[in-house]
């Protein structure tokens, strides 16, 4: 079945970059996403990333994809106070109805 | 301004008692799901639904029930018959992937008590 992990915490100072790793068992995941989940609310999107895609930058943060190792990552540059939550990847296959496979969660401290 | 509406954010309940939980969302999208979300572990779908007058057990179903009767609304009912209904509850909606990325929109969560 399909596996998605997540180291459990990281820890910055603000203004480094943030890498959040995520890796996944299921080859034939077609969608890949990262959502934001701040402190007792729901998860926001924050980008979404197609197999056939090696990269994909959004302002501040750049997610990179090595299919063959499985291996999604989402760099955050100039980290903030603001970026601190927790931090979820995710993988689903394509379909009408999108079963979404969600990890544990990287939770993210910056430090000031 | 679309969106997805949880309601009530906080709900307490006692032991044996059935609680429904409110979704409604008007982006317009078809499918809508719950998750059930406890402290340090992923989310777990709990149930979700393709169009109106459907849906489907997810992977943790047993003590929870939905209705699908419109469009904008998912109700989930926790019944007495689930052991550890205290969590955090989630619902989301999302477009067919023919016409997105098939990603979910969520909603701000329910935090369900019960002692």
């Known amino acids: 079945g399909e596996d998605v992990e997540q180291s459990l915490f990281l820890s910055v100072r603000e203004g480094d970059s943030s890498v959040i790793n995520c890796t996944y068992t299921d080859s034939s995941s077609t969608y890949l996403y990262w959502y934001k989940q701040e402190p007792g609310a729901g998860l926001q999107l924050l980008t979404y990333i197609f197999s056939n895609m090696d990269m994909k930058q959004d302002q501040r943060l750049t997610v990179l994809l090595n299919k063959k190792d499985k291996h999604l990552s989402l760099r955050i540059a100039d980290t903030q106070t603001g970026d601190s939550a927790i931090y979820f990847c995710?993988?689903?296959?394509?379909?009408?109805?999108?079963?979404?496979?969600f990890g544990t969660g990287t939770k993210l401290q910056v430090i000031p | 301004d679309g969106g997805i509406t949880q309601s009530p954010k906080y709900l307490f309940r006692k032991e044996g008692q059935n609680v429904t939980l409110s979704c409604e969302q008007n982006?317009?999208?078809?499918?809508m799901y719950w998750y059930r979300q406890d402290p340090g572990q992923g989310l777990r779908l709990i149930y979700y639904s393709q169009i109106v007058n459907d849906f489907q057990k997810g992977d943790i179903a047993e003590g929870y029930s939905v209705s699908r009767e419109k469009k904008e609304s998912f109700p989930l009912t926790v019944t007495s018959a689930q052991k550890n209904p205290t969590a955090f509850y989630l619902c989301?909606?999302?477009?067919?992937?023919?016409?997105?990325?098939?990603?979910?929109?969520f909603g701000p969560g329910t935090r369900l008590t019960v002692t």
């Open positions: 989301a909606s999302s477009k067919p992937t023919g016409t997105s990325g098939g990603e979910q929109y």
């Open positions: 995710a993988e689903s296959k394509s379909g009408g109805y999108q079963k979404v496979t």
């Open positions: 982006l317009n999208h078809d499918a």
